[in-house]
């Protein structure tokens, strides 16, 4: 199982690398960064397959989905200096919460 989860991290970090570099790609005009943000997607789908073998897709994608939003609000903020309102705040924190509670249970279900 751990090994599953090894995974579904590497998947979640392909997938926040890949949305990084969109707007370096600037509207895919850059074939570098065009070329780096589709292998990270390619990446990031091939590792969901090993996943979604081990655990349920609602789980997956709930997971992927819910950490890489965060991660890329708090990147977006680091990197291209974007602001979020204390209310969107407030909404990733509870995304992280429920991913919480979502994989808590995961066990439980089979």
């Known amino acids: 199982m751990v090994k599953t989860y090894i995974f579904?991290?590497?998947?979640?970090?392909?997938?926040?690398a890949g949305t990084m570099l969109l707007p370096i790609s600037q509207n895919f005009t850059k074939l570098i960064p065009t070329i780096a943000?589709?292998?990270?997607?390619?990446?990031?789908?091939?590792?969901?397959?090993?996943?979604?073998?081990?655990?349920?897709?609602?789980?997956?994608?709930?997971?992927?989905?819910g950490l890489g939003i965060f991660t890329i609000a708090i990147l977006g903020y680091i990197f291209f200096k974007q602001t979020l309102a204390?209310?969107?705040?407030l909404g990733l924190f509870l995304i992280v919460i429920g991913v919480i509670l979502v994989n808590s249970f995961t066990g439980k279900l089979s």
């Open 86 to 89: 204390w209310q969107a705040i």
């Open 37 to 65: 943000l589709s292998a990270f997607y390619l990446a990031a789908f091939y590792l969901l397959t090993f996943v979604v073998n081990k655990l349920p897709i609602a789980i997956v994608y709930a997971t992927w989905s």
């Open 8 to 16: 579904l991290i590497g998947a979640i970090f392909c997938e926040v």
